[in-house]
Protein backbone atom coordinates (compact mmCIF):
# COMPACT_ATOMS: atom_id res chain seq x y z
CA UNK A 1 0.00 0.00 0.00
CA UNK A 2 0.88 3.50 0.16
CA UNK A 3 2.19 3.88 -3.64
CA UNK A 4 3.02 6.75 -5.32
CA UNK A 5 3.99 6.92 -8.82
CA UNK A 6 5.56 9.44 -11.63
CA UNK A 7 5.04 10.11 -14.58
CA UNK A 8 7.33 9.95 -17.13
CA UNK A 9 10.23 8.14 -15.39
CA UNK A 10 12.60 9.26 -17.77
CA UNK A 11 12.50 12.29 -20.29
CA UNK A 12 14.71 14.15 -22.60
CA UNK A 13 14.41 17.70 -24.39
CA UNK A 14 15.98 20.25 -25.59
CA UNK A 15 17.12 23.53 -24.59
CA UNK A 16 14.15 26.10 -24.19
CA UNK A 17 11.31 24.01 -24.25
CA UNK A 18 8.97 23.00 -21.03
CA UNK A 19 8.78 19.49 -19.36
CA UNK A 20 5.58 18.45 -17.45
CA UNK A 21 5.97 15.90 -14.52
CA UNK A 22 3.16 14.26 -12.72
CA UNK A 23 2.98 12.88 -9.38
CA UNK A 24 -0.24 10.71 -8.39
CA UNK A 25 -0.90 8.89 -4.79
CA UNK A 26 -2.64 5.99 -6.01
CA UNK A 27 -4.39 4.38 -2.99
CA UNK A 28 -4.33 7.26 -0.72
CA UNK A 29 -5.48 10.80 -0.99
CA UNK A 30 -2.48 13.18 -0.48
CA UNK A 31 -3.44 16.66 1.44
CA UNK A 32 0.22 17.60 0.76
CA UNK A 33 2.30 16.79 -1.67
CA UNK A 34 6.53 17.68 -2.18
CA UNK A 35 9.23 18.24 -5.15
CA UNK A 36 12.54 17.56 -4.76
CA UNK A 37 15.79 17.33 -6.75
CA UNK A 38 19.15 15.49 -6.62
CA UNK A 39 21.99 15.51 -8.00
CA UNK A 40 23.88 12.24 -8.51
CA UNK A 41 25.34 10.98 -5.66
CA UNK A 42 24.04 13.92 -3.59
CA UNK A 43 21.11 13.42 -0.93
CA UNK A 44 17.38 15.15 -1.51
CA UNK A 45 16.79 18.57 -1.51
CA UNK A 46 13.15 19.83 -1.14
CA UNK A 47 12.35 22.49 -3.93
CA UNK A 48 8.85 23.07 -3.10
CA UNK A 49 5.58 21.23 -0.84
CA UNK A 50 2.01 21.77 -2.10
CA UNK A 51 -1.55 21.49 -0.21
CA UNK A 52 -4.54 20.32 -2.19
CA UNK A 53 -6.16 23.85 -4.21
CA UNK A 54 -3.63 26.14 -2.85
CA UNK A 55 -0.27 27.94 -4.18
CA UNK A 56 2.73 25.97 -3.76
CA UNK A 57 5.37 26.75 -1.06
CA UNK A 58 9.08 27.36 -2.94
CA UNK A 59 12.07 26.95 -0.41
CA UNK A 60 14.89 29.72 -0.37
CA UNK A 61 16.48 29.54 -3.92
CA UNK A 62 14.17 27.75 -5.99
CA UNK A 63 12.16 29.75 -8.75
CA UNK A 64 8.81 29.79 -8.70
CA UNK A 65 8.29 31.26 -12.33
CA UNK A 66 10.63 27.99 -13.61
CA UNK A 67 9.66 25.22 -11.13
CA UNK A 68 5.17 25.70 -11.58
CA UNK A 69 3.81 23.39 -9.49
CA UNK A 70 -0.02 22.52 -9.63
CA UNK A 71 -1.81 20.60 -6.92
CA UNK A 72 -5.20 19.92 -8.66
CA UNK A 73 -6.61 17.25 -6.56
CA UNK A 74 -5.97 15.06 -3.58
CA UNK A 75 -4.35 12.63 -5.76
CA UNK A 76 -2.28 14.92 -8.56
CA UNK A 77 -0.06 16.68 -8.42
CA UNK A 78 2.24 18.90 -11.32
CA UNK A 79 5.64 20.26 -11.72
CA UNK A 80 6.41 22.02 -15.03
CA UNK A 81 9.92 22.98 -15.70
CA UNK A 82 9.42 25.59 -18.07
CA UNK A 83 12.04 26.96 -20.60
CA UNK A 84 14.64 24.07 -19.66
CA UNK A 85 18.30 24.47 -19.73
CA UNK A 86 20.86 21.60 -19.46
CA UNK A 87 21.57 22.86 -15.20
CA UNK A 88 18.15 21.72 -14.99
CA UNK A 89 18.79 17.89 -15.84
CA UNK A 90 18.68 16.22 -12.44
CA UNK A 91 16.60 13.67 -10.33
CA UNK A 92 13.22 15.14 -9.71
CA UNK A 93 11.53 13.05 -7.33
CA UNK A 94 7.80 13.92 -5.53
CA UNK A 95 6.63 12.50 -2.41
CA UNK A 96 2.87 12.96 -0.98
CA UNK A 97 1.80 12.21 2.79
CA UNK A 98 -2.11 12.16 3.64
CA UNK A 99 -4.11 9.79 4.98
CA UNK A 100 -6.76 7.07 4.58
CA UNK A 101 -6.22 3.43 2.37
CA UNK A 102 -3.04 2.39 3.56
CA UNK A 103 -0.83 5.30 4.04
CA UNK A 104 -0.31 6.71 7.80
CA UNK A 105 -0.89 10.42 8.17
CA UNK A 106 2.98 11.27 10.25
CA UNK A 107 4.57 9.13 6.46
CA UNK A 108 5.84 10.49 3.17
CA UNK A 109 5.83 8.22 0.49
CA UNK A 110 8.32 8.78 -2.63
CA UNK A 111 7.41 8.55 -5.93
CA UNK A 112 10.13 6.57 -8.49
CA UNK A 113 11.86 9.37 -9.46
CA UNK A 114 11.67 11.13 -13.18
CA UNK A 115 15.05 11.41 -15.04
CA UNK A 116 15.45 14.93 -16.62
CA UNK A 117 18.37 15.62 -19.58
CA UNK A 118 17.95 18.67 -21.30
CA UNK A 119 20.40 18.90 -24.17
CA UNK B 1 19.99 24.68 12.98
CA UNK B 2 17.98 22.51 10.45
CA UNK B 3 21.41 20.22 9.61
CA UNK B 4 21.10 16.08 9.58
CA UNK B 5 24.82 14.85 9.50
CA UNK B 6 25.39 11.80 8.61
CA UNK B 7 28.35 9.43 8.88
CA UNK B 8 29.91 7.35 7.19
CA UNK B 9 30.03 8.55 3.47
CA UNK B 10 30.55 4.67 2.89
CA UNK B 11 30.50 1.62 4.26
CA UNK B 12 31.52 -1.65 3.07
CA UNK B 13 30.04 -4.96 5.36
CA UNK B 14 30.93 -8.42 4.90
CA UNK B 15 27.77 -10.69 4.31
CA UNK B 16 26.49 -11.49 7.39
CA UNK B 17 27.64 -8.52 9.54
CA UNK B 18 26.33 -5.51 11.21
CA UNK B 19 25.66 -2.79 9.24
CA UNK B 20 25.93 0.77 11.26
CA UNK B 21 25.25 4.39 10.24
CA UNK B 22 25.12 7.27 12.55
CA UNK B 23 23.15 10.65 11.99
CA UNK B 24 23.11 13.78 14.64
CA UNK B 25 20.71 16.83 14.33
CA UNK B 26 21.03 20.35 16.06
CA UNK B 27 17.30 21.28 16.53
CA UNK B 28 15.64 19.89 19.29
CA UNK B 29 12.14 20.46 17.88
CA UNK B 30 12.36 17.47 15.36
CA UNK B 31 10.05 14.95 16.55
CA UNK B 32 10.09 12.23 13.59
CA UNK B 33 12.93 10.66 12.65
CA UNK B 34 12.97 8.09 9.20
CA UNK B 35 15.40 6.00 7.64
CA UNK B 36 15.04 5.64 4.00
CA UNK B 37 16.53 3.16 1.51
CA UNK B 38 17.15 4.17 -2.16
CA UNK B 39 18.25 2.00 -5.04
CA UNK B 40 19.78 3.46 -8.03
CA UNK B 41 17.43 5.31 -10.63
CA UNK B 42 14.34 5.10 -7.97
CA UNK B 43 12.57 7.23 -5.24
CA UNK B 44 13.81 6.42 -1.67
CA UNK B 45 11.98 4.05 0.49
CA UNK B 46 10.37 3.99 4.47
CA UNK B 47 12.62 1.68 6.06
CA UNK B 48 11.76 1.95 9.44
CA UNK B 49 11.58 5.28 11.57
CA UNK B 50 11.66 6.41 15.59
CA UNK B 51 9.79 9.09 17.84
CA UNK B 52 11.88 10.62 20.14
CA UNK B 53 9.79 8.93 23.31
CA UNK B 54 11.29 5.98 22.82
CA UNK B 55 15.36 4.64 22.59
CA UNK B 56 14.74 1.61 20.08
CA UNK B 57 13.14 0.54 17.48
CA UNK B 58 13.35 -3.33 15.36
CA UNK B 59 11.74 -4.36 13.02
CA UNK B 60 13.25 -7.50 11.23
CA UNK B 61 16.95 -7.16 10.60
CA UNK B 62 16.65 -2.99 11.01
CA UNK B 63 17.00 -1.26 14.56
CA UNK B 64 16.88 2.11 14.83
CA UNK B 65 18.46 3.45 18.35
CA UNK B 66 17.64 6.82 19.77
CA UNK B 67 19.15 8.98 22.38
CA UNK B 68 17.49 12.09 23.03
CA UNK B 69 20.55 13.90 24.89
CA UNK B 70 22.61 13.39 22.61
CA UNK B 71 20.85 14.34 19.36
CA UNK B 72 21.81 11.25 17.92
CA UNK B 73 20.50 8.35 15.91
CA UNK B 74 21.24 5.20 14.24
CA UNK B 75 20.36 2.15 11.72
CA UNK B 76 21.19 -1.02 12.28
CA UNK B 77 21.30 -4.01 9.90
CA UNK B 78 21.84 -7.01 11.67
CA UNK B 79 22.85 -10.17 9.39
CA UNK B 80 23.48 -7.73 6.19
CA UNK B 81 23.11 -9.00 3.00
CA UNK B 82 24.16 -8.11 -0.68
CA UNK B 83 20.40 -7.19 -1.34
CA UNK B 84 20.83 -4.11 1.42
CA UNK B 85 23.64 -2.88 -0.89
CA UNK B 86 22.16 0.70 -1.54
CA UNK B 87 21.97 4.55 -0.38
CA UNK B 88 20.73 4.93 3.32
CA UNK B 89 19.27 8.65 3.85
CA UNK B 90 18.03 9.06 7.66
CA UNK B 91 16.22 12.18 7.90
CA UNK B 92 14.45 14.52 10.82
CA UNK B 93 11.24 16.50 10.67
CA UNK B 94 8.92 19.26 12.48
CA UNK B 95 5.66 18.88 11.07
CA UNK B 96 5.50 18.22 7.64
CA UNK B 97 8.86 18.66 6.02
CA UNK B 98 12.25 16.07 6.23
CA UNK B 99 15.59 17.47 6.38
CA UNK B 100 17.52 14.67 5.14
CA UNK B 101 21.05 13.36 5.73
CA UNK B 102 23.85 13.58 3.49
CA UNK B 103 23.70 9.59 2.40
CA UNK B 104 25.29 6.23 3.20
CA UNK B 105 26.23 4.33 0.47
CA UNK B 106 26.19 0.72 1.86
CA UNK B 107 28.10 -2.23 -0.06
CA UNK B 108 27.76 -5.69 1.12
CA UNK B 109 30.76 -8.00 0.03
CA UNK B 110 30.28 -11.95 0.07
Known amino acids: GAVVSQHPSWVICKSGTSVKIECRSLDFQATTMFWYRQFPKQSLMLMAT?????????EQGVEKDKFLINHASLTLSTLTVTSAHPEDSSFYIC???????????????FGPGTRLTVL | QQQVKQSPQSLIVQKGGISIINCAYE??????FPWYQQFPGKGPALLIA?????SEKKEGRFTISFNKSAKQFSLHIMDSQPGDSATYFC?????????FGTGTRLTIIP
Open chain 2, 50 to 54: IRPDV
Open chain 1, 95 to 109: SARGGGGASRTDTQY
Open chain 2, 27 to 32: NTAFDY
Open chain 2, 91 to 99: AASVGEKLT
Open chain 1, 50 to 58: SNEGSKATY
